[in-house]
């Protein structure tokens, strides 16, 4: 990077995204650039609309993905919890392991490193 190229203040890019979706809530557009900058983006990719505009689609969809999988696993565990206190059948034990994944998945997702699970 040169020392005169200006970076892309995280300001700057939750407004060209909310610019992009006028219709998105501040905290989803908060979201939304933690998971490009996660990702390692450089300023001067930012910078390009097309581009912007590509980085905002991946991290929209890996946001809806894992919103959806945890989604799914909070009903299955909903389920599970309500069956009480039972001995655990195997399929109970995978449901909870999956459960671990997914949430170290969204960990993942957020932090950018890799989760230990």
């Known amino acids: ?5 200006s970076l ?22 908060a979201r939304l ?14 910078s390009d609309d097309a581009e ?3 980085h905002w689609r ?7 993905a894992a919103a959806d999988q945890h989604a799914a696993m909070a009903c299955e565990l909903d389920q599970l919890c309500g069956e009480g206190p039972v001995r655990f059948q195997p399929e109970q034990i995978w449901t909870l392991l999956k459960a671990v ?11 950018g490193a890799p989760s230990l699970i």
């Open 8 to 29: 892309m203040s995280c300001e700057e890019l939750a407004r060209r995204i909310a610019q992009l979706d006028p219709d998105l809530p501040p905290a989803e557009v």
């Open 33 to 46: 650039c933690l998971l490009i900058l996660q990702a390692g983006e450089t300023p001067s990719s930012l």
């Open 101 to 111: 994944k997914i949430h170290s998945q969204i960990l993942e997702l957020y932090t």
């Open 1 to 5: 990077m040169q020392p005169n190229e």
């Open 52 to 54: 912007l505009l590509r």
């Open 58 to 64: 991946i991290a929209a969809f890996r946001l809806d």
